[in-house]
């Protein structure tokens, strides 16, 4: 079913309006609609409707962890959480690496048909940080692979992010950077590095670690006029220099998670491996300055970093645990109750972090369009005014390392439409 009656719905700067989709669509907005007889009706009176989210940042763990995540249980995760698309990353088992990786990624993606899985191609073979990766095949593939990363790990030889850089410019590409520098902090590094890991006996990662790299890359992506994307940056200092490299014209983007922008590293005191994420919780100034940078555009753009892990994964001692917590279905209610309800943000701009803004860094033009005829209907219809309570067992994904498991929130996806098919509706999952 594409064709779609959407009525009462609230959009924004034009109240309340009737929408109709047509084979996968948006055919008409209006108040007093011609409606084919037999066409699905969904009252959204109270609900705003708002294009749907698109995640840069997403671990959906299939090929090689399919314990952890399936791309088809993180279809349905993300479905749930209002996404209509999301971007995998490489660092799966094998990595994709390879032009037939990706294409594999994406059908499988096909196959859920509860969100468009788009492809991330790693920066180098097998994240090894030495060789680049067959960036070009991967783009002519027909998963036209646009960002490129190796999350989970740092692109830390220069000569190596240079090449890949000049390299995707030549199509349009981005690299995704996980901005941190390994030789300032070490393995076994598990969380901020200041006063509080010294008293719990942890070993941290200096903020510099994330700033010097942001630096380095923008500067790099100034030198070869190519674009680059820091992925989920977490310090003060780190805003600091987007901020510079962004009033010099650098083709600089950036994202925040949900977890960084309402979590701090006082949660690390009671060592529940449940907060152990990498880059780590930091302490409350750096979450205020994410938040305003968010405001001010500094950071572009919400991305999940959703990290799903097996219990025996995760259920260690701190140090031995592994790095990564679940986001996709919460990401709306953390960011709307954070951000727009405590004022610091309209629903317009929320709309814009996460959907149009990521769209575009992504370069996927079929999403991110706030509604308006003629455009795919990959749309999201959200409560302002729902409160719940997360619960960990009740999520699409496979894993269980919900940080917001007991927490309430101001915020909740009701129904997600992927070109005019609803891929999730509130009672699902209630
Ligand atoms: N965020 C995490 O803590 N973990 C990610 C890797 C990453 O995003 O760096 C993972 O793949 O589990
Ligand atoms: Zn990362
Ligand atoms: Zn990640």
Redesign the pocket.
Known sequence: MTNLHITGARLLGAGAQDVLVRDGRIAEIGTSLDVPQGTERIDADGLALLPGFVDLHT?LREPGREDAETIATGAAAAAAGGFTAVLA?A?TSPVTDTAEAAERVLDLGRASGLVDVQPIGAVTKGLDGEELAELALMHRSRATVRVFSD??RCVHDARVMRRALEYVRAFGGVVSQ?SQDPDLAGPSACCHEGELSGRLGLVGWPAVAESSIIARDAQLARHTRSRVHVA?VTTAEGVEVLRWAKARGIDVTAEVTPHHLLLTQELLRGYDPTFK??PPLRPAEDVEALRAALVDGTIDAVAT?H?P?ARHDKEHAFVDA???MLGLETAFAVVHDTMVRSGALDLATLADRMSTSPARIAGLSEHGRAPEVGAPANLVLVDTDAHHTVDASASKSLSRNNPWHGMGFTGAVHTTILRGRVTATLQEHA
Do not use: I, Q, T
């Open positions: 671990h990353m660092n999350d989970g996980h989920h994420v990498n970093d990290a892990h592994a790095f990564g």
